[in-house]
């Protein structure tokens, strides 16, 4: 009997085995998380982008199945490349989010490069400050800069105090900015009689004073060469990256405008083109880097002003761009500035850079 239940239970066991078994061949394989691969843009230099690299990292650290490359320029040279990739293959964007001048979002309105954020999927958005809203919510504001006149301190003693000095005589061959960058232009034409809807006064300005320009660039460490070197000395820039370059040792300063400091607002956005796996990347970091604890440190490191109300800066940031210079500071027509740039790229380089 003992022999006839040992057989039995072998062969019981046996058939338990072989149903578990097939069992596991049965089910279903488990299925790692596809591949999300997508482009951040953050500016070159000035610490522009240590908060975005930390917020990344700790993201694809619990998100394994996500990659996220840099692209670090500025956006001068990049959103013109972002619209050829465009025009190339809607679907297929150069860059999938990141960091967006007033400028380039103005831009991305007329060319329709902007999706539309949710609050619900985003929802420290509504932290930011009402003024950094942006229409339809193509994008959010991430914080305030401001431009004024740099200069190099070694070789100018008497720096000039208005933004008449761009276009003064007195500094031919002396005067360097951004080129595609129509501010100087919008400056000489409002102090003129013109404005963004009335241009003709800064062209004529600008026409009769190209000599004052050394050279038109395309990155900040070529314009802050240009300064240190002496080559040119005066020019239209950023608050927080000369206080950057100063704290280095630069040999550059800083003058805020009699007329006002232009208020310059900076904003994150994703890109049309981006398949829902990336949208949903890019809100999700978009949404950290909206924290309080970010967006200040963001402001503190870069000596901006944070776009979240309360935010603290450090007594350093106020020093240098104290929140209280935007009550006199210029609001440029950003949108007018993008409506018309196409035209006015045309006649500056016609009108202006052939006089050069």
């Excluded at 320029?73 to 990141?98: D, E």
């Excluded at 979002?105 to 609050?119: A, H, K, T």
């Excluded at 105090?161 to 400056?187: C, E, H, I, M, Y």
Aim: glycine fraction near 6%; charged fraction near 20%; include cysteine.
């Amino acid at each position: 009997m003992a022999r006839v239940t040992s057989t039995v239970w072998r062969g019981g066991a046996v058939c338990l085995v072989g149903a578990l078994l097939l069992g596991l061949l049965l089910l279903p394989a488990a299925v790692a998380a596809p591949r999300v691969r997508l482009t951040m843009f953050i500016w070159a230099g000035a610490n522009q982008g240590v908060v975005p690299r930390e917020v990344v990292a700790r993201y694809v650290r619990t998100h394994p199945h996500v990659e996220v490359e840099f692209w670090e320029s500025n956006n001068t040279v990049t959103y013109p490349r972002m619209v050829a990739a465009k025009q190339a293959n809607p679907n297929n964007p150069l860059i999938h989010f990141g960091y967006f001048n007033v400028d380039a979002s103005n831009r991305g309105d007329v060319d329709d490069m902007w999706l539309p954020l949710d609050p619900a999927r985003i929802p420290n958005m509504r932290a930011v400050h009402a003024s950094l809203r942006r229409p339809g919510n193509r994008g959010i504001g991430y914080g305030i800069s401001a431009l004024g006149l740099m200069y190099n301190k070694d070789l100018v003693k008497d720096p000039p105090d208005s933004w008449t000095a761009l276009w003064d005589p007195k500094w031919r061959g002396k005067v360097t900015f951004f080129d595609n960058n129509f501010f100087p232009l919008v400056l000489a034409a409002r102090l003129n009689g013109g404005s963004e809807r009335n241009i003709d006064p800064g062209f004529r300005i600008w026409a009769e004073n190209a000599k004052n320009i050394r050279a038109l660039v395309t990155s900040n460490d070529q314009l802050k060469n240009m300064l240190v070197s002496g080559e040119a000395l005066l020019a239209p820039w950023f608050t927080s990256i000369w206080a950057f370059w100063a704290a280095e040792g630069a040999p550059l300063g800083f003058v805020n405008p009699k007329e006002g400091v232009i208020a310059f607002p900076i904003y994150l956005q994703i890109v049309k083109g981006s398949t829902p796996e990336q949208v949903r990347v890019a809100e999700e970091i978009i949404n950290e880097l909206l924290t309080t604890e970010h967006n200040a440190r963001y402001a503190r490191l870069t000596y901006s002003i944070p776009a979240i109300p309360g935010a603290p800066l450090s007594p350093t940031v106020e020093k240098i761009l104290n929140p209280r210079l935007l009550d006199t500071a210029i609001w440029l027509d950003w949108a007018t500035m993008a409506q018309q740039a196409s035209v006015w790229r045309q006649r500056w380089e016609r009108e202006v850079k052939s006089r050069l």
